[in-house]
């Protein structure tokens, strides 16, 4: 939303493909509001409205997101990052991240 340079034009593309359905998971705005509290990150005050206008599909966590958490060696220590992983393996999606490291368990990373 914000023209991150983090994010590679192959990554901007797969977002803006309306062809794709893109997920955002409550993990993801759960640490982003923990960033926004700490004072590391700014969000405008309508985040979650951009979004939905924007289009992206809410994924909520459940209980069998925690159990395929449960399943994954600890090759990664980010809890976020690693609850992303289980609700991508579980939900049969692609996990779009800038983290390399996710590459250490194979598919469904892409890193960009």
Same mark, same amino acid.
């Given at each position: 939303m914000q023209g991150s340079a983090k994010l590679s034009l192959p990554a901007k593309q =797969? #977002?803006? &493909?309306?062809g794709n359905v893109i997920f955002i998971s409550a993990a993801s705005l759960w640490e982003i509001r923990i960033k926004q509290g700490l004072g590391k990150l700014d969000l405008p005050v309508n985040f979650e409205a951009s979004l939905n206008r924007l289009g992206f599909e809410e994924l909520t966590v459940s209980v069998a997101h925690t159990s395929e958490l449960a399943k994954l060696p600890a090759l990664h220590q980010d809890p976020? &990052?690693?609850?992303? =992983? *289980?609700q991508a393996r579980l939900e049969k999606l692609l996990l779009l991240s800038a983290d390399q490291? =996710? =590459? *250490?368990?194979? *598919?469904?990373? #892409?890193t960009g």
């Open positions: =797969l #977002i803006s &493909d309306p976020f &990052d690693r609850m992303l =992983l *289980a490291s =996710l =590459l *250490a368990y194979g *598919a469904p990373v #892409i």
